[in-house]
């Protein structure tokens, strides 16, 4: 959004509003880039009135594209219908407060403030805007939450946070944590979902850590690691003789595991045959070891976690459809990275300080790098982000990681979502080619997304609007 500016102001005529020479070396095209991150919406006009940049985060909060109000006047704005005139409020005058409504129905509350210049002359005003509803829900929800005794939770927080740091300010995540401390306190079995790098073995760990089962065992079973002619030994011990080299009786994971949890991970890669036994002591709560006619109870919480698609393999007949209801009664699924762009930077740093103490640097990354590393897609997720940063770390010979140090294919892809380009060649105008950007971009969204509201709220655009703009394009749901 910080290029719209530079169709009403170059970057010298920035540079000259501002009389500090630290501000002068600022890279001003960056600062307002920067600026898309704010949740609340920021304006600046000229004297007149006129608008000449708005954030992202307006766009959102006023349902109308960006490029539909730079440059136009409130009184323009209130002719073309944009602002509903009639409804304005003063409610303060310095700074200037008002609420004001909007033909999508919102009312939205404003406080603007002049920008003076070293002689006290206005050069610009700034404008900060929130949408009401929003502020009203977050009231209402403070409201239900004020009167808890929070001795228990905070508890719980500080156990938490003093084994597995939750990284994230995604709002999905934050869902899942709260999800992921319920469910702590239960012995329900957990389904952990999600692409491999994910995080899904940090949630586990957190569910045990979080229950009643701490101080005992948390063994992790990677089904997939282990050969399947070992597989069954390892889960359910053997006796001695029960077969060529056996001789001396085993301890299997299953007990060893006994008034602990056990993490299944990479459940779909479990043998048919052996699917079978596990789901008898899901049910039962006690197998038999490789060799022995003598039942073994064991106590155990399960909780699993695969990447594959179970519900396909069902379909296909290689995982069984009653272990798979049985495993899926709390099912948590957990987002790639590129689905929660907001976590990369802060994970990154995370990852930062981890190295930095590691290795005794001091290092940082450059903001160049910080561009680059969030409009990259990460096929491997937090693992490869973790990855990555420990070689950057290793491998910047100075204090400052710049973005030369990162994969070539991390700034290419950076670039092209940086200047996208048309593969068929078509002559588009720009009109064409941000509405063509748009109807995939929404596309996308509503087949990642459960509902509109959600795909909402990634595209950070209220749902009224996507919803018009669905009509708009066609686009079938």
């Not at 109308?64 to 602002?83: D, V």
């Not at 033909?103 to 210049?117: C, H």
């Not at 999600?194 to 760990?205: F, L, M, P, R």
Request: aromatic fraction near 8%; charged fraction near 30%; hydrophobic fraction near 40%.
């Amino acid at each position: 959004m910080g290029t719209i500016l530079d169709n009403f102001m170059s970057s010298d005529d920035l540079h000259n509003l501002f009389y500090d020479p630290v501000l002068k070396l600022l890279d001003f095209k960056k600062m307002f880039n920067y600026l898309d991150f704010s949740y609340q919406g920021l304006l600046l006009s000229d004297c007149e009135g006129r608008i000449l940049y708005a954030n992202r985060a307006l766009e959102r909060i006023s349902g109308f594209p960006i490029n539909e109000i730079i440059g136009l006047t409130t009184q323009e704005l209130a002719e073309k219908g944009i602002l509903i005139h009639n409804s304005l409020k003063v409610l303060k005058k310095n700074p200037l407060t008002i609420a004001q409504k909007l033909k999508t129905g919102k009312e939205v509350f404003i406080t603007s403030q002049p920008i003076l210049d070293q002689n006290g002359h206005i050069i610009f005003y700034i404008a900060n805007y929130l949408d009401l509803n929003e502020i009203n829900e977050l009231h209402q929800e403070h409201q239900r939450y004020k009167d808890i005794d929070y001795t228990e939770l905070q508890e719980l927080r500080t156990r938490f946070l003093e084994t597995d740091q939750f990284i994230s300010r995604n709002y999905r995540m934050k869902q899942i944590l709260e999800k992921t401390l319920k469910v702590a306190k239960t012995d329900a079995m957990v389904l952990i979902r999600g692409e491999s790098g994910t995080g899904k073995e940090v949630i586990a760990k957190t569910i045990h850590k979080m229950s009643d089962r701490v101080n005992k065992p948390f063994i992790q079973i990677n089904c997939a690691a282990i050969p399947e002619s070992l597989i069954e030994a390892e889960l359910f011990g053997y006796e001695k003789g029960a077969f060529t080299g056996a001789n001396r009786s085993k301890v299997g994971l299953l007990e060893m595991a006994n008034e602990g949890s056990i993490l299944l991970d990479e459940i779909g890669d479990l043998p048919l045959h052996l699917q079978v036994k596990l789901l008898r002591v899901i049910q039962n709560k006690e197998f038999y070891a490789v060799g022995s006619n003598r039942p073994k109870v064991v106590d155990v919480r399960f909780i699993a976690a695969t990447h594959r698609n179970l519900e396909g393999m069902v379909k296909e007949g290689s995982f069984r459809e009653d272990l798979f209801y049985r495993l899926n009664v709390i099912p948590i699924y957990i987002p790639t990275l590129r689905e929660r762009k907001d976590d990369i930077i802060p994970l990154a740093c995370h990852f930062l300080d981890k190295f930095n103490q590691k290795y005794g640097y001091r290092k940082k990354f450059d903001l160049d790098t910080c561009c680059t590393m969030e409009n990259y897609s990460w096929p491997g997720n937090i693992r490869q982000l973790e990855n990555l940063v420990e070689r950057v770390v290793i491998m910047a010979e100075g204090n400052s990681i710049e973005k030369t140090l990162l994969p070539e294919e991390m700034v290419l892809e950076s670039k092209l979502d940086e200047n996208p380009i048309n593969t068929e060649w078509e002559p588009l105008s720009l009109r064409e080619a941000k509405e063509r950007l748009e109807k995939e971009m929404i596309k996308n969204a509503l087949q990642q997304y459960k509902s509109i509201r959600e795909a909402a709220r990634h595209l950070e655009i209220h749902h009224s609007n996507l919803v018009r703009k669905i009509g708009r394009y066609k686009i079938k749901q």
